[in-house]
C-alpha cells in the first residue's frame, strides 16, 4: 500500500493508568482508507482497551509503541483534539449525560468540529439533525431526550450511530455495538453502519467484537484475532468462520508459545 | 438635613457586573445602628405613628437577640455591620414614567443588560435603584383589575389598612435576629395585592441593586394573594463587588389566600464579599398553591431557606433551589415546608454546586402538625462536586407528629465523572466546556422553569464560573 494508512498501529504497549497492569502486550494493525476491520478475541483479551487507548480514555496509558492516525502521532492529541481530527469511538456502554438534550449535545459537537472562528448554522443544522434521523429511520422527537438517560440498550447504541452520522468521521472506531442487543437491534444498528459505509466509502471502520453474529451483518475485508494483548492471526472472513465453528479455545495453547 | 456624598472612584475587580454610576444619594443616614438612626429613617419616609413603633421594637428585639450559631460563619459580621449605612435614598420622590427616570439609572439598567425592547414591554417593571423604587409603572389593565404593585413605603401611604392587616404576619418580628433587624431598618422592596380572581398572565418584575459601598440593603415585601387570584413575581438581582463587605438582608412575607396560586422566582447573584440572609416565607390557606423559586450565586455567605406554611386544607407548596459556591463562599439553603393542616402536599427540590473551595449546605425543614393526616412532602437534594477541595454538608430536620403521613427524602452527592468528560470529549468538545454542559444538566430541572432571560442568563453565569476549571 503506497498511500499513508488511516491508522498504523506498531508494537503497541498500554497499561492502566495509575497500576502496574499491562493490557496490550505489543500491537500491530494496519488499516486503510476506506477498509474495514474487525477484531475478535475472547473477554478480557484487550481489544476494547485498543479502542479506548485509540480514542483517548484517560484511564489507559500507552507505554510503547505507536499510533498513527494519517501519518500523525495520535497519542498526543487530547481526546477532544482527535475526535476533530476525525477519529470516532461507538462506546460499548454509553454514558448518561442528565439534562442534556441529544439536539443540544450534537449541536455543541458539531459546532466543535468546524473550524475556529466559523459559527454553525441552526437551520442547517436542524434539517441535517433532520435528514440523519430519516437515514437512520429514527423518530424526530428522539433528538429531544437527554443524552442516554433512561435508555434501553437498543437506544444508547442507536444515539452512537446518530453521533457517528452526524460527526462523519474517517476511522469510527465500534466497541462491542453488538453487545446486549437483541437481533432485531442488532439489524437496525448494523443496517445504519451499512448505510453510512456506503454513503461515505472513504471511511474506515474497526468493529471489536466477541461475537461472529455483527460480523454477518456487516462484512469486514479483514478480521483479526486478539488473544492476551496480542493479535496472534490476520485475515479475511474466513478467520472469523473459523473462529464460530472451533471457538477461542484453539489460541489458549498457541497463545502459550 | 439630608447630605450630599459623591461616590468616590472605587477599585474594581473585573467581576462581570461591576460598575459604578455617578448617582448623588440625597440622604444618607449615619454608619452602623442605634434608635437615633431608626427614628430618622422613619421621619424620613413620614411614616404613622405605629411604623415607629413596630421599628423601635424590633431594634429592642434585634438587640436582646444573639448572633446565630448555626449555618454559616457570621463571626466577621459585627464589623461589617457598625461600617455599613442602614439607610441611602436617591431621589425624593418616584417617578412615573420612563422618560422621567435619569440618564444615569437608565445607564445601570444598560449596563446590567436588560434589552431595551424588555424595559419597555415588561409590564409593571419596579426597578430598585439603591433602596428605593426610582421607576415604576404599572399596565393599565392590571390598574383596573385593581392589582396594587407599588414600592412598599406607597403601600404603607396608600394603602394603609390593607398593608397593616398583613404586615409583619407572616414573619413576625422576632422570628430570627435578621428578621428583626430588619423590621427596624427596612427601606425599599415591594407591596403587592392581586385582588380576588385575578390572573395575571406576565409575570410582575422587579430589578433592584446595591449601588453604593457599605450599604446595607433591607429590602421589605409584602405580597398578598387574595382569593383565586393567580400570579408570578420575579426579582433579580447583580451587584457589584467593593472592597469592603457588604450586607443584605431582606424580608419576604407573602399570603397566599384560598385557592390561589403564586409563584416567586429569585435568581441572586451577589458579589463575593455580600453577607446575604434573607427570610422568606409564605402562609399559604386552604387550596392554595405556592411556589419559590431560588438561585443563590455568589455572596460570601448566603443563609436563606424560604418557607411554607400550609395552614389550609389542601394547601400545596413546593420550593426549588439552585446554589452555586465557588472560592470562598458559603451557600447554606434549602427549604422549610410545614404542615399544619390536613390532606397538605409539599415538596422541595434543591441542587448545589460547589466548585473549588467552595462549600453548599442543604438545611430543610419538613414539619408535620398533629391532625395533618394525609400530609404528603418530598424532599430531594442533589450536590454536584466539582473539584476534591469542594464540600458539601446536608441537614434534613423532619419532625412528624402525625401518624397518617407520607414523607420522603432523597439526597444525593455527584462528582463530574471521568467517564462523563470522556464521553463528551470524545464528540470535539474541549474539556471545560464539557464541564459546563454536564452543570448546565444538573440543574436542567430547576432552570426550564425559569423565563426564557434568566434561564439563559444562569447558564451564562454558569458558563463563566466554569471556565479554567479544568487543571
Known sequence: MSETPILRVEGLQAKVADEDLGILNGVDLTIGRGEIHAIMGPNGSGKSTLAKVVAGHPGYEAVAGCVEFRGEDLLELEPDERSRAGVFLAFQYPVEIPGVSIANFLRTAVQAHLPEGEEIDVFDFADQLTERMELLEMDPSFAERHVNDGFSGGEKKRNEILQMAMLQPKLAVMDETDSGLDIDALKVVASGVNKLAEEDPEMSVLLITHYQRLLDYIEPDFVHVMVDGRIVQSGGPEVALALEAEGYGVYDEAGAA | ?471
Open chain 2, 1 to 471: 438635613m439630608p447630605q450630599n456624598e459623591t461616590i468616590q472612584n472605587l477599585d474594581l475587580d473585573d467581576y462581570k457586573y461591576d460598575f459604578i454610576t455617578g448617582g448623588e444619594p440625597v440622604y444618607r443616614a449615619q454608619k452602623g445602628l442605634n434608635e437615633e438612626v431608626v427614628r430618622q429613617i422613619s421621619k424620613h419616609k413620614e411614616e404613622p405613628e405605629w411604623m415607629l413603633d413596630f421599628r423601635l421594637k424590633a431594634l429592642e428585639i434585634y438587640e436582646s437577640k444573639p448572633m446565630p450559631k448555626w449555618g454559616g460563619d457570621l463571626s466577621g459580621l459585627q464589623d461589617v455591620l457598625e461600617e455599613i449605612y442602614f439607610y441611602v435614598r436617591p431621589q425624593d420622590r418616584m417617578q412615573h414614567s420612563w422618560d422621567d427616570v435619569p440618564e444615569e439609572i437608565k445607564d445601570t439598567f444598560e449596563k446590567l443588560g436588560i434589552p431595551e425592547a424588555e424595559r419597555k414591554v415588561l409590564a409593571g417593571v419596579g426597578a430598585q435603584y439603591e433602596s428605593e423604587m426610582v421607576y415604576h409603572s404599572l399596565r393599565e389593565e392590571w390598574e383596573k383589575q385593581g392589582v396594587i404593585f407599588d414600592s412598599i413605603e406607597d403601600g404603607l401611604k396608600n394603602h394603609p389598612e390593607l398593608f397593616r392587616e398583613h404586615f409583619g404576619t407572616v414573619i413576625p418580628t422576632g422570628d430570627n435576629k435578621f428578621s428583626a433587624m430588619n423590621s427596624a431598618v427596612w427601606s425599599g422592596g415591594s407591596f403587592v395585592y392581586i385582588p380576588k380572581g385575578v390572573s395575571l398572565d406576565t409575570p410582575l418584575q422587579a430589578y433592584f441593586r446595591v449601588n453604593q459601598e457599605r450599604m446595607g440593603q433591607f429590602e421589605r415585601t409584602l405580597i398578598i394573594v387574595d382569593e383565586g387570584a393567580q400570579a408570578h413575581y420575579i426579582e433579580g438581582c447583580t451587584a457589584p463587588v467593593y472592597s469592603t463587605e457588604s450586607f443584605h438582608s431582606g424580608v419576604i412575607e407573602i399570603v397566599v389566600k384560598k385557592n390561589a396560586r403564586f409563584r416567586y422566582t429569585t435568581i441572586q447573584n451577589w458579589s463575593n464579599n455580600m453577607y446575604n440572609l434573607v427570610t422568606q416565607r409564605a402562609i399559604v390557606e386552604a387550596g392554595g398553591h405556592m411556589e419559590w423559586l431560588d438561585g443563590n450565586l455568589g455572596s460570601k455567605l448566603t443563609m436563606k431557606y424560604p418557607s411554607c406554611f400550609l395552614v389550609g386544607e389542601g394547601a400545596h407548596g413546593e420550593i426549588l433551589s439552585i446554589a452555586y459556591s465557588g472560592d470562598g463562599q458559603h451557600q447554606d439553603t434549602g427549604g422549610k415546608v410545614v404542615h399544619a393542616a390536613p390532606h397538605t402536599t409539599s415538596s422541595i427540590v434543591s441542587k448545589s454546586i460547589s466548585k473549588g473551595h467552595g462549600r453548599s449546605t442543604y438545611r430543610g425543614l419538613c414539619k408535620v402538625y398533629e391532625g395533618a393526616h394525609h400530609a404528603r412532602s418530598n424532599v430531594e437534594c442533589d450536590a454536584l462536586l466539582i473539584d476534591e477541595t469542594s464540600r458539601t454538608d446536608t441537614y434534613p430536620y423532619i419532625e412528624i407528629e402525625e401518624n397518617d403521613a407520607n414523607v420522603g427524602h432523597e439526597a444525593s452527592v455527584s462528582k463530574i465523572g471521568e467517564e462523563q468528560l470522556f464521553y463528551l470529549t470524545s464528540r470535539g468538545i474541549a474539556e471545560d466546556e464539557a464541564m459546563a454542559m454536564i452543570v448546565r444538566g444538573f440543574i436542567e430541572p430547576i432552570a426550564k422553569e425559569l423565563p426564557l432571560e434568566y434561564a439563559v442568563e444562569l447558564n451564562r453565569l454558569i458558563e463563566l464560573e466554569m471556565e479554567g476549571s479544568v487543571g
